[in-house]
Each structure stands twice: as C-alpha cells, then as structure tokens.
C-alpha cells in the first residue's frame, strides 16, 4: 500500500515493515533506478530564490551548504520541496501556566527516543496523535503509571483486520470509496460501530466528538491492552502545573510526576523560500492541487508531500511527483491565476466543511480521488469499465482488491509492464511473510465400522421420527377438517 508503483517490495519484508526495513526498501529502489548517484546527502538549502530573467528562463537559483565555510550556488530549471508538514516541533508552552516552575524535566516528542531512564518514573503525555499514542504505550512498559492527555479524543484503529490481515489492504479499495461516496453517513456510522466493537471508545476515555472520517485516527495496536491493564491512565486536558503536580481540566490532580511528554504537533514552513510564495488559504498554504502556487508566472516550483489522506503519502506524493514534472515540461498546461484561485477556495470550503482541520493539520484529501485527479490529468488513470470488457481477472482486482499503486502504471505515460502481474499476485505477497510455519492439513482417518453402524442406526431412528411426525401432521389434519365442518354446521 506503500510502495512506489513500479517497484513491489520483496515479498519476504513483512506486511508493517520496521523502520529499518523501509531504509532497505528506498536503498533498493534507488540502486534499481540509478538514483543514488544524484542524490546530495547532507546538504542543508539555505535559499531558493527567482533569478532576474525568470519571466523568461523560469529558473531558480539554490544556495546549499554542506559545511558552515562551504555555501554554493546553483541553477535549477526547477525546484520540487518535499520537507513535508513535520519540521518545527510545536511546542505551545503558553498554553499550560505553571510549566516554567515544574520541577520536573519535560521535551517535545520530536525528541523523544526511548523509555531509556524513565523506568519507575510516573509520566504524562500531552497529545493523542499517532505519536503521543505510541509513546505513551512504549514508556508504559516501564514507568511506573503514564497519564494519556487529551483535550479531543481520537477514533483508535487497529493495524490487523478480522482474519489477521493488514487492515488497509482490506479496507482501502476503490468498492469502499464508491460506498462511502452514496452513503456518507451510513459509511461512518458503520465504521464506528465496528471500532467500538473490540472496545468502547466512551468506556475507554477516548470517544472525540469529530466522526471518523473527519480526521486521521490513532493507529495503535497495543493502546488498549494498556488501558485495560492501568498501565495507561486517559486524562482530560491539562489546566496548570503547579511544583511537581499537574492539574486537570476536570479538577484532579496526579502529584509526583517525573516527565511531560509534548505530542503536540508540528508547525509548518518554509524559510528557504519567498515569503510571497507561503500564503495561506484558511490552514493551508494557498497552492492548486496543494502543489503550484497560483501566482507564478512559470510553474517551476512544486511542493510535494504537504497532504494528509486516509491512507499511505508514498503513493500520494509520486502521483504529485508525475503530475507536476509534466507541467514543468510543458505537456500539461495550468489554468489562468484566477481559475486557479477559485478552485483553491473552493477546495479549501469543501475541506474545512468535511475534515477536522486546524493549524496542526491543514490539509486533507480523499485518498483515492485526488490521486485519480491527477492520474487522469497524466492520462495514467485505470479504466475500470473497459478493464471489465478486456481483462475481467484483472478488473475485479482493480476495483474490489486494495486500491495498490500499481494500478497506475497500467496505461498511460510511464506505464509498467509488470503492473498487471504486480496486481495479479499482489494478496501472494501479503501471504509470504506469515510462512515461517506451515501448518499440516488434518488427516483424514477413514471410517471405522463402529461409526458406519452408529450412521445407519441414526438414519433409521431419523427415519421413524418422520414417519411418526407424518402420521401425526394426517391426524391432525383431519381434526382439524372435522372441526371446520362442525363449525360450518
């Protein structure tokens, strides 16, 4: 679900891959495509500005710095950003009066590396995002009690579904959105009914007031095997500090603390580039299709990788990635300035209208549809009714399999020979790494004859029962003829 579209990761990797095995993934990818080569590692940008004659050239001038003495200058024809949403850690201490007198030792989480030197301690994490909720379960197995803060609550989902197979190769298919697209409400509803099944989310403390779909959820396994055990205390939002306590929205107070943990978010920027070209729109920065600034008189600057959506950013930012470096070649053309802002409103509207967004989450989009938006602009996007009439294996797989990158390397520009194969054998893939152990069938032993007797005996004494019961349904029947002719007398 996360791969890029043209290179399926080696079977034997597990299905949620460790940090560690994601590094081989890209290491791999780059040896195949003779990538490594180009790429600069180590190198801060210190600036990407216009050159003078970019009315004509489109260019960029790019400062970098490898060492503090050794700054150089560059010409690009264009420039992609990808540093994505997580780069200033935010931390709000203004919010929280009393922490400049807590006597303990608090850090963000951007900091947070393991539950090394917090055995026995007593810990609060602020924030239940996926980060706070993975901290508070990692410090849990060793500290002495962790209290979960949270001023909203959060849906908290599983990364195994019934059956023990990867939720979202389940749960992500183009038959899924069509469903959720006809029957919104109902959708969700479903869908919480379904995750408060293994726990209840009111009972557990963590019920938000936001429905799913309006937020990315907690991905979390172990969080409510933690809760239940007490490792995990849940908490309202934090009031105060005072000394060494900390006091609660709802007035109680958990004394003794050692550690706070901010999982508050990130703030967003960009301080190599123009301030001209950071405009928002609401939390958003102002961009058409959250990748071109609107005003630039040459669309040679792309940011790549700044979304949200319901399922996986590798996938996401390729299609970004494809669709824009064909607007730099000149092969898709964008609309005017002012078609192009009207439709950020428009989006920025239906967004904030359907999504929870806030300054920590500016952004989200409908996982499947935006990348078919930008697929059809490519010319890249499956066609499904036609894959139905030419290729009906492959088709079922399409629309009712997991929605897989693959599917946009079948046609179109940059198409994939092996897309269909990738597609075809994609669930053996899923298979492979749970084979550390196979499983012997049952035997089946054949049947004594003991058991052949107790068969017969059975059937006979069935076939008495059903004699009786006939005879019985034919007394009864003529009663109750009788009982009709006595009373039409």
């Given at each position: 679900m996360m791969s890029f579209s043209d290179f399926p990761p080696p079977a034997e990797l597990p299905n949620n891959m460790h940090h560690s095995e994601i590094m081989i993934y890209?290491?791999?990818?780059?040896?195949?495509?003779?990538?490594?080569?180009?790429?600069?590692?180590?190198?801060?940008v210190i600036s990407v500005r216009q050159r003078p004659d970019f009315a004509a050239s489109g260019q960029w001038e790019v400062e970098t710095e490898k060492t503090e003495a050794s700054r150089q200058m560059h010409v690009f024809d264009a420039v992609i950003v990808c540093t994505g949403h997580f780069t200033q850690p935010h931390l709000p201490l203004t919010d929280f009066p009393g922490i400049e007198s807590f006597q303990g030792r608090y850090f963000h989480s951007w900091d947070y590396r393991s539950a090394e030197g917090l055995e026995g301690k007593r810990v609060v994490v602020i924030g239940i995002g996926n980060s706070g909720g993975d901290i508070a379960v990692d410090i849990s197995r060793?500290?002495?009690?962790?209290?979960?803060?949270?001023?909203?609550?959060?849906?908290?989902?599983?990364?195994?579904?019934?059956?023990?197979?990867?939720?979202?190769?389940?749960?992500?298919?183009?038959?899924?959105?069509?469903?959720?697209?006809?029957?919104?409400?109902?959708?969700?509803?479903?869908?919480?009914?379904?995750?408060?099944?293994?726990?209840?989310?009111?009972?557990?403390?963590?019920?938000?007031?936001?429905?799913?779909?309006?937020?990315?959820?907690?991905?979390?396994?172990?969080?409510?095997?933690?809760?239940?055990?007490?490792?995990?205390?849940?908490?309202?939002?934090?009031?105060?500090?005072?000394?060494?306590?900390?006091?609660?929205?709802?007035?109680?107070?958990i004394d003794k603390v050692d550690v706070v943990v901010f999982a508050t978010g990130y703030n967003y920027g960009f301080p190599f580039l123009p301030a001209a070209l950071q405009a928002k729109c609401g939390y958003r920065l102002c961009l058409y299709k959250h990748i071109f600034h609107p005003t630039l008189t040459k669309p040679t600057l792309a940011v790549v990788g700044f979304i949200h959506g319901f399922g996986a950013i590798n996938p996401l930012a390729e299609?970004?990635?494809?669709?824009?470096?064909?607007?730099?070649?000149?092969?898709?053309?964008?609309?005017?300035?002012?078609?192009?802002?009207?439709?950020?409103?428009?989006?920025?509207?239906?967004?904030?209208?359907?999504?929870?967004?806030?300054?920590?989450?500016?952004?989200?989009?409908?996982?499947?549809?935006?990348?078919?938006s930008l697929a059809e602009q490519v010319g890249a996007r499956p066609n499904i009714p036609w894959l139905f009439v030419t290729d009906p294996k492959l088709a079922l797989q399409v629309f009712y399999g997991p929605a897989t990158p693959y599917q946009y390397r079948l046609t179109g520009p940059g198409r994939w020979a092996?897309?269909?194969?990738?597609?075809?054998?994609?669930?053996?893939?899923?298979?492979?790494?749970?084979?550390?152990?196979?499983?012997?069938?049952?035997?089946?032993?054949?049947?004594?004859?003991?058991?052949?007797?107790?068969?017969?005996?059975?059937?006979?004494?069935?076939?008495?029962k059903i004699a009786g019961m006939n005879d019985f349904l034919h007394h009864s029947t003529a009663l109750l003829d009788g009982i009709k002719e006595h009373l039409s007398v």
């Open positions: 890209l290491r791999l990818y780059a040896q195949a495509f003779n990538l490594t080569q180009h790429i600069h590692l180590q190198t801060t060793v500290a002495e009690k962790v209290y979960l803060s949270t001023r909203s609550g959060a849906w908290v989902i599983g990364r195994v579904a019934p059956g023990g197979l990867p939720a979202d190769i389940v749960r992500v298919s183009r038959m899924g959105n069509l469903i959720r697209k006809l029957f919104p409400s109902w959708t969700n509803k479903t869908l919480e009914k379904k995750l408060n099944a293994p726990f209840d989310h009111k009972l557990y403390g963590l019920q938000p007031k936001h429905a799913f779909f309006a937020q990315v959820p907690v991905v979390n396994d172990d969080l409510p095997a933690r809760i239940i055990s007490g490792r995990v205390q849940v908490k309202p939002n934090v009031k105060e500090f005072s000394g060494s306590s900390v006091i609660f929205t709802d007035g109680s107070i299609m970004q990635a494809r669709w824009a470096t064909r607007v730099f070649k000149g092969l898709i053309t964008l609309p005017t300035d002012k078609i192009m802002m009207k439709e950020i409103e428009k989006d920025t509207a239906e967004m904030h209208q359907k999504h929870a967004c806030s300054e920590r989450y500016p952004l989200y989009v409908d996982y499947i549809p935006y990348q078919d092996g897309a269909r194969q990738a597609i075809l054998t994609q669930w053996d893939r899923v298979i492979q790494p749970f084979k550390t152990r196979v499983v012997p069938e049952p035997e089946t032993k054949p049947s004594s004859t003991l058991s052949i007797i107790m068969v017969f005996s059975c059937a006979a004494l069935l076939s008495n």
